[in-house]
T-cell receptor, first 113, second 113 residues
């Protein structure tokens, strides 16, 4: 049983570019949450997707957007990249009805130069 | 709004000594409480959780945490730490129904020989 998988593992972009990160949830999970973890800090909630809709959103600008597909996989898109967007982006899956715990992927390390 | 405060950013301790990592939360509703652990260059893994019932919860590797509703705390303890326990530990809060999980800033546990 595969856990949460994220791609790519590392990414280097320049300011102003756009990036798409991908996530496949754990089998049986229907909810995907995205987090940004800056160096030395805790994960910051970006948004959560359930039934292909954004259900909740953290304090992130509209440059951050996402999508969930019918197979529950998800994408995180970031437009007009800033240096401050450099971070580890974590995807977590869960069951919407129970929300008893999150299963995390290993993350995508994004560096913006 | 929910929030989590981890009172110590770093905790150095000698091997086989006891340790306590402190966590306080705020919420206007009943909560689920979690401790996650993050080893270098990895995603987060669930260490233990409190959903309901007994206020003392334990993990398989000797950690325990006690939910104290009156003090809004969920401190993590281990009576005797090992070198392999060196990692970043995150306290988190959520509640049922797919509500977002909020993380603290983390406590870096450094176990010295």
């Amino acid at each position: 049983d595969a856990g949460v998988t994220q791609s790519p593992t590392h990414l280097i972009k320049t300011r102003g570019q756009q990036v798409t990160l991908r996530c496949s949830p754990k089998s049986g999970h229907d909810t995907v949450s995205w987090y940004q973890q800056a160096l030395g800090q805790g994960p910051q909630f970006i948004f959560q997707y359930y039934e292909e809709e954004e259900r909740q959103r953290g304090n992130f600008p509209d440059r951050f957007s996402g999508h969930q597909f019918p197979n529950y996989s998800s994408e995180l898109n970031v437009n007009a990249l800033l240096l401050g967007d450099s971070a580890l982006y974590l995807c977590a899956s869960s069951s919407f009805s129970t929300n008893e715990k999150l299963f995390f992927g290993s993350g995508t390390q994004l560096s913006v130069l | 709004a929910q929030s989590v405060t981890q009172l110590d950013s770093q905790v150095p301790v000698f091997e086989e000594a006891p340790v306590e990592l402190r966590c306080n939360y705020s919420s206007s509703v009943s909560v689920y409480l979690f401790w996650y652990v993050q080893y270098p260059n990895q995603g987060l893994q669930l260490l233990l959780k409190y959903l309901s019932g007994s206020t003392l919860v334990e993990s398989i590797n000797g950690f325990e945490a006690e939910f104290n509703k009156s003090q809004t705390s969920f401190h993590l303890r281990k009576p005797s730490v090992h070198i392999s326990d060196t990692a970043e530990y995150f306290c988190a809060v959520s509640h049922t129904g797919g509500f977002k999980t909020i993380f603290g800033a983390g406590t870096r546990l450094f176990v010295k020989a």
